[in-house]
């Protein structure tokens, strides 16, 4: 089992670029995370589906966020136009059914300069 | 708002002792708890969760202890190993009528392994 596959790993851009991440779940799991992760704020849940249906997308901080899953393979985060602040750790979780634990992806270190 | 809080940023311990790691919830809806634990550079990984209806579960060499009255959740880690040395989070869902929740997560406790 590869477990969730994140890309990139590192994505460096300027302040007001598009940022694009991108996530493939575990194979059979109908329910994918968005996290956000930063020392002040530590990790924060920003947007998850079920069935590919965004379910609760109250976590995403501004409009310049958007995500979407167009089948149960994939899902992008989006982030147009990027800023500094947006500099963090994202992380794409995936689970089987809601009461079962997530598995995490490793995450995409994104830094807006 | 609704948090985990943990009581400790950082916990050092000697190689071979037993560690525990301490965490504090304010909702009393919360009907699931997890467990993860951080190694630099990685995503969260799952160690070991428990239901509301349960007071204690145990794992190879965990176990987590859950005390509904105050509120209180707890991981200790047997034999401690330089490998247990990471960043540990506890996180929680709250109860719903369907669908998958996200987690809360609290802001993480470091554990040192002392050789």
């Known amino acids: 089992d590869a477990g969730v596959i994140q890309s990139p790993r590192h994505e460096v851009t300027e302040m007001g670029q598009e940022v694009t991440l991108r996530c493939k779940p575990i194979?059979?799991?109908?329910?994918l995370f968005w996290y956000r992760q930063t020392m002040m704020r530590g990790l924060e849940l920003l947007i998850y589906?079920?069935?590919?249906?965004?379910?609760?997308d109250s976590g995403m901080p501004e409009d310049r966020f958007s995500a979407k899953m167009p089948n149960a393979s994939f899902s992008t985060l989006k982030i147009q136009p990027s800023e500094p602040r947006d500099s963090a750790v994202y992380f794409c979780?995936?689970?089987?059914?809601?009461?079962?634990?997530?598995?995490f992806g490793p995450g995409t270190r994104l830094t807006v300069t | 708002g609704e948090s985990v809080g943990l009581h400790l940023p950082t916990l050092s311990v000697q190689e071979g002792d037993n560690s525990i790691i301490n965490c504090a919830y304010s909702?009393?809806?919360?009907?699931?708890f997890i467990w993860y634990k951080q190694e630099s550079g990685k995503g969260p990984q799952f160690i070991i969760d428990?239901?509301?209806?349960?007071d204690k579960r145990q794992g190879q060499r965990v176990t987590v202890l859950l005390n509904k009255t105050v509120k209180h959740l707890s991981l200790q880690i047997a034999a401690t190993q330089p490998g247990d040395s990471a960043v540990y989070f506890c996180?929680?869902?709250?109860?719903?009528?369907?669908?998958?929740?996200?987690?809360?997560f609290g802001k993480g406790t470091h554990l040192i392994i002392q050789p």
């Open positions: 979780a995936s689970s089987w059914d809601s009461r079962y634990e997530q598995y």
């Open positions: 194979s059979g799991h109908n329910s």
């Open positions: 589906f079920n069935n590919n249906v965004p379910i609760d």
């Open positions: 909702n009393s809806a919360s009907d699931y």
């Open positions: 428990i239901r509301s209806n349960m």
């Open positions: 996180a929680k869902r709250e109860q719903s009528g369907g669908g998958a929740d996200g987690l809360t």
